[in-house]
């Protein structure tokens, strides 16, 4: 099996550092991708620092893949050399299941495989896109209509576009829809170009006040400071949906609060611990609903990024190289990010 150079955490005090790997040959089914960029989400670091108590190690991080495609196998339609392709959470799933058969490979029965620590279920660890290659099965793979000069700002579509995409279509935001985004990081970022692409009109909730600006110019119709309490108390009942992305612990009655009758909040954002409980009063006096959701299905996935590509939309980013990977953790840990890290793979070794 090919070597290739990649970038690993040891275990889950340890700086990520460089580290090689094996990649299979490519069966007739898979696409070998050199890859050209991979966007940094906050879920690599928790997976790095084993917040989520499932990590393999050694774990090499990195779901938000573009590159170049460098090799297809004998059965392989969909891609061919040279093409651009992406990669994004999963790189497998059973193919049978009642959710497979509808496209929501995410939520397959018996864990679809993550590209990076998967399956967490069992069975060999997988090496995600902080290295050089990756093989995957051609029905796992995206293609990529932006032009190649937008390539950095399309590598987050493959995560944080997709996670905020699919709940924003499943509680249909759009015309005369008022919906909430809250945090704006990545995935928050996103969600509120994608809201605004879609026609709703969007109040965007940050707690960072030096992001009023770039809230606006994202796309947001009001920005709230929500530490700020007269401007929550100035928004409560008026949202149809809330779209919650924060990654840290954090009140959820004040947003919850915030829904009009029968409006739901759905969480995406996955923090290591716990939120305090939700509050069953806001919940049942206006029939209010609280909800998740897991990334998007294939299918779906490229509809999200066939949307970009007509819309011109791509992430906001920062290429970063690769060493600079344990301080852009940090920058993100104090929500230091406008508003995605993207690693420039040629810095790789
Ligand atoms: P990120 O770039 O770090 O953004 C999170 C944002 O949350 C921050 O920018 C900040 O926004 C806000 N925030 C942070 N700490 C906060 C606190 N203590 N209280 C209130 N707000 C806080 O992270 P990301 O990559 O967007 O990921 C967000 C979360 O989604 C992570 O937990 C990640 O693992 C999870 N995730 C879930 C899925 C899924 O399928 N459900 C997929 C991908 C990622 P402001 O500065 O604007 O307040
Ligand atoms: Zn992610």
Redesign the pocket.
């Known amino acids: 099996m090919p070597t290739i150079q990649a970038y690993a955490a040891q275990d889950a005090s340890a700086p990520l550092g460089a580290f090689t790997i094996e990649r299979r040959e490519p069966g007739p089914e898979d696409v070998q991708i050199r890859i050209l960029w991979c966007g940094?989400?906050?879920?690599?670091?928790?997976t790095a620092r084993n917040e989520?108590k499932n990590t393999l190690y050694p774990s090499v991080p990195g779901?938000e893949i573009v590159g170049r495609v460098s090799a297809v196998g004998s059965a392989v339609t969909k891609f061919k050399v040279g093409d651009l392709a992406g990669v994004g959470?999963m790189v497998d799933s059973c193919g049978h299941c009642p959710s497979c058969a509808e496209g929501e490979e995410?939520y397959c029965d018996s864990g679809f495989t993550g590209t990076y620590n998967g399956p967490v279920f069992g069975g060999e660890n997988t090496f995600g896109g902080y290295s050089q290659s990756i093989v995957v099965r051609q029905s796992f793979v995206l293609r990529i209509g932006h032009p190649e000069s937008q390539l950095a700002g399309v590598a987050p579509l493959l995560?944080?576009g997709?996670?905020t995409w699919?709940p924003l279509r499943q509680w249909e935001a759009g015309p005369g829809r008022k919906v909430g985004i809250?945090?704006?990081?990545?995935?928050?970022?996103?969600g509120v170009k994608l809201a605004h692409a879609l026609g709703a009109h969007v109040v965007?909730?940050?707690?960072?006040p030096d992001?009023i600006a770039d809230?606006h110019r994202l796309g947001a119709d009001e920005v709230v400071v929500?530490k700020d309490p007269e401007q929550m108390r100035r928004q409560a009942g008026r949202l149809d949906f809330i779209l919650n992305?924060?990654?840290?612990?954090?009140d959820l009655n004040a947003f919850l609060a915030l829904l009009k009758r029968d409006g739901t909040m759905t969480?995406?954002?996955?923090?290591?611990e716990r939120h305090p409980s939700p509050d069953v009063f806001a919940l049942i006096f206006k029939r209010r609903r609280l909800g998740?959701?897991?990334?998007?299905g294939i299918r779906e996935t490229q509809q999200m990024l066939d949307f970009c590509a007509q819309h011109g939309i791509v992430s906001d980013t920062e290429t970063i190289r690769m060493d600079q990977i344990n301080t852009a953790y940090e920058r993100?840990?104090r929500?230091d990010?406008r508003?995605?890290f993207v690693v420039d793979m040629a810095t790789l070794g």
């Open positions: 940094v989400c906050h879920s690599d670091l928790h989520w779901h959470c995410q995560c944080a997709i996670t699919s809250v945090g704006l990081g990545g995935l928050g970022h996103m965007l909730f940050t707690t960072s992001k809230g929500s992305t924060v990654a840290a612990p954090h969480l995406v954002g996955a923090p290591a998740g959701s897991l990334i998007g993100m840990l929500s990010v508003y995605r």
